[in-house]
Each structure stands twice: as structure tokens, then as C-alpha cells.
């Protein structure tokens, strides 16, 4: 029995493939540039609400302009933190360029989805407390017919909005960690990193 080494292939270095820390630190500049943009937005008249709070109210000023404006947070928040992602990543030296692109957009996505749920978490943790305070009491009104199905129609376009608004943040967090990710690759081949 032979056992054949195959010596033009070098060893592979034993490097990880994902980047924790990268990942964490998109996922904060994804969280507070999206913190960042809600403000910003809110000063310039546009109202915010959590959405597992939302009230009949806040739903019945939801405008098609509103959910543009929390789709471009969400997007922007996504570019910002998969940049970041992509750019800080660990270099890999015996990965190919299929799954160097493949390693940064999962490193932009993983950002993303980190700093999604850590967001509804902490949100849900400080406002949930707060709820019954931050409800207005009100007597129970019948809603007519007419009414009920406006108030359906509007929260589905609210949900529709935050769908889009989530599935175009993660497709651009793992496009920008791809253009963070090249950035990084151009500047180690410069020498200058």
C-alpha cells in the first residue's frame, strides 16, 4: 500500500474564515448610524415608532414618503456597517477569489442580521417597560367596517415597507462588505495596511 502526497499544492494556513470582530464593529456602525438617521429624520418632522408599539395614531399618519425615508435608513445603516465589515476583515491568503467574495458578503450579512436583532432587542427591552405609560388611554371605539379596513390596509403597507426596507438593508450590507473587502485586499497588496 502506497500513499500518494500531492507537493505542488501548498499546505492551507490555518486562518478562520469569518472575522467576529469585524463583524461586531459593522454591526455597531450599522446600529448607531441607524440610531443616527432615525434622529435625524425625526428632526426633520418625519415621526418614528417602534413597530411592536406602534398605535392606531402613529399607523394612521404611515405615508408612502414615511416608508421611503425608513427604507433609506435601513439601507444606509446597511451600506455603513458592511463597509466597515468588509474593511476591517482578518487577511486570507490561501482563499480563492470565489470565496474571498463569498467571506465578505456573508461578513456584510452577518453584520447586518447582528445589528438587527441586537436593535429590536434593545428596543424592545427599554420601551416595553414603558408601554403602558406611552399608551394614551382611550374608551374602546367600534370601528366601523370602512375604518377597520383602512387601519388593515396601512399596518400592511407598514409591514410591507419594513420588509423591503430589511431584505434592500442585507442585499446592500453584503454588497458594501464585498467593496470594503477589496479595498482591504488592494491595500495589503500596496503594503500599506
Keep these: 500500500m502506497t500513499i500518494q502526497q500531492d507537493f505542488a499544492t501548498p499546505p492551507r494556513l490555518l486562518e478562520p474564515e469569518l472575522s467576529w470582530s469585524a463583524i461586531i464593529a459593522g454591526a455597531t456602525v450599522a446600529l448607531a448610524s441607524s440610531l443616527f438617521l432615525t434622529l435625524l429624520a425625526s428632526a426633520f418632522g418625519m415621526r418614528f415608532a417602534f413597530g411592536g408599539l406602534a398605535s392606531r395614531d402613529s399607523l394612521a399618519e404611515f405615508s408612502p414618503m414615511f416608508g421611503a425615508g425608513a427604507v433609506g435608513v435601513q439601507v444606509l445603516s446597511g451600506a455603513f456597517g458592511g463597509y466597515i465589515a468588509g474593511r476591517l476583515r482578518h487577511q486570507w491568503f490561501s482563499a480563492h477569489s470565489d470565496e474571498a467574495h463569498f467571506r465578505d458578503t456573508a461578513h456584510g450579512l452577518l453584520a ?13 427591552s427599554v420601551l416595553i417597560p414603558y408601554a403602558e405609560q406611552l399608551a394614551v388611554p382611550t374608551a374602546p371605539v367600534a370601528l366601523t367596517a370602512d375604518a377597520a379596513l383602512r387601519a388593515s ?4 403597507q407598514a409591514a410591507f415597507f419594513a420588509a423591503v426596507g430589511m431584505l434592500l438593508g442585507a442585499f446592500v450590507a453584503a454588497v458594501a462588505a464585498r467593496v470594503g473587502g477589496l479595498r482591504n485586499e488592494e491595500m495589503h497588496a500596496k503594503g500599506r495596511a
Excluded: K, P
Design 153 to 156: 390596509n396601512i399596518a400592511m
Design 112 to 124: 447586518w442580521a447582528l445589528s438587527t436583532v441586537v436593535g429590536v432587542v434593545l428596543a424592545a
